[in-house]
């Protein structure tokens, strides 16, 4: 097997997957191969300068072995691409704590400041039932709640309110700017405690039990969620198409 050693490669990952699947052709090969020599095949008879000859059945088999082994040579060729794209493959490392809670605060974020961004204030009070909390209200509620993360990761004290009053907020863009400013203190938090810091123990005033950091940070990031899908049924009650619901350009 001379082609084998001349094409082997000093990668082990891709000397292990030429030799499995070469085994696996030339295993294939051998079946055709004896097959081929169980068949019978009827004399043929060719014109000849000395006495007719027969082809033996053999014969047409060994034919085509040279053709057999170019093919399995020529797939040989292929087998350093299929083993270094399995080579590539391999999976890049976890990030980082830190850095996975800020991009999971500053995702769902840039959902919300889109929708705040994007809905026309004249729709800013809207809501799909009166018992139900206005457009304009879920942003500031989902906003305002967030300060439960920043303010005690931060070392201070959470905030008197849940809710935002309305009447402090009075336009769309103090309410946009307001939910701007809530995510990026937030963000500036997470980077502030850094891969350390997620793991320090702070009190979660809702359930009045020690946490982790990262761990109330995923809290609000569910909870901002929450109210996201929940804006975007206000979006379509109103007969119109969430931001990210949009065709992209």
Same mark, same amino acid.
């Not at 191969?33 to 014969?59: D, K, Q, V, Y």
């Given at each position: 097997?001379?082609?084998?050693?001349?094409?082997?490669?000093?990668?082990?990952?891709? /000397? !292990?997957?030429?030799?499995?699947?070469?085994?696996?052709?030339?295993?294939?090969?051998?079946?055709? %191969?004896?097959? #081929?020599?169980?068949?019978?095949?009827?004399?043929?008879?060719?014109?000849?300068?000395?006495?007719?000859?027969? &082809?033996?059945?053999?014969?047409?088999?060994?034919? /085509?072995?040279?053709?057999?082994?170019?093919?399995?040579?020529?797939?040989?060729?292929?087998?350093?691409? %299929?083993?270094?794209?399995?080579?590539?493959?391999?999976?890049?490392?976890?990030?980082?704590?830190?850095?996975?809670?800020?991009?999971?605060?500053?995702?769902?974020?840039?959902?919300?400041? !889109?929708?705040?961004?994007?809905?026309?204030?004249?729709?800013?009070?809207?809501?799909?039932?009166?018992?139900?909390? @206005?457009?304009?209200? $879920? #942003?500031?509620?989902?906003? =305002?709640?967030?300060?439960?993360?920043?303010?005690?990761?931060?070392?201070?004290?959470?905030?008197?309110?849940?809710?935002?009053?309305?009447? $402090?907020?009075?336009?769309?863009?103090? &309410?946009?700017?307001?939910?701007?400013?809530?995510?990026?203190?937030?963000?500036?938090?997470?980077? @502030?405690?850094?891969?350390? =810091?997620?793991?320090?123990?702070?009190?979660?005033?809702?359930?009045?039990? $020690?946490?982790?950091? @990262?761990?109330? !940070?995923?809290?609000? &990031? *569910? %909870?901002? =969620? *929450?109210?996201?899908?929940?804006? +975007? +049924?206000?979006?379509? +009650?109103?007969?119109? +198409?969430?931001?990210?619901?949009?065709?992209?350009?």
């Amino acid at each position: 097997m001379l082609w084998r050693l001349l094409l082997a490669p000093k990668d082990r990952a891709i /000397r !292990a997957t030429r030799r499995g699947l070469c085994d696996a052709i030339l295993a294939r090969l051998d079946s055709f %191969h004896i097959a #081929l020599a169980s068949l019978s095949f009827p004399p043929r008879h060719r014109p000849s300068t000395m006495a007719t000859a027969e &082809i033996l059945p053999g014969e047409l088999s060994m034919k /085509r072995l040279p053709f057999l082994a170019l093919a399995l040579f020529a797939a040989s060729l292929a087998l350093p691409a %299929h083993a270094q794209d399995a080579k590539n493959s391999t999976p890049k490392p976890a990030d980082p704590p830190a850095k996975a809670v800020l991009a999971s605060w500053n995702d769902v974020g840039r959902k919300l400041i !889109a929708m705040a961004e994007d809905f026309p204030e004249d729709k800013y009070d809207f809501k799909p039932t009166p018992a139900q909390r @206005s457009f304009a209200e $879920q #942003l500031l509620h989902a906003a =305002g709640a967030n300060y439960y993360f920043t303010n005690l990761a931060m070392g201070q004290k959470p905030p008197a309110e849940e809710d935002p009053k309305r009447d $402090q907020y009075k336009t769309k863009a103090d &309410i946009v700017a307001f939910v701007k400013k809530s995510f990026a203190d937030g963000a500036a938090a997470i980077q @502030s405690k850094g891969d350390k =810091g997620m793991h320090d123990l702070l009190v979660d005033p809702f359930a009045h039990q $020690q946490t982790r950091v @990262s761990d109330m !940070a995923y809290g609000l &990031i *569910e %909870h901002c =969620g *929450e109210h996201y899908g929940q804006l +975007v +049924v206000y979006y379509r +009650v109103a007969g119109l +198409v969430p931001p990210e619901s949009r065709p992209k350009k």
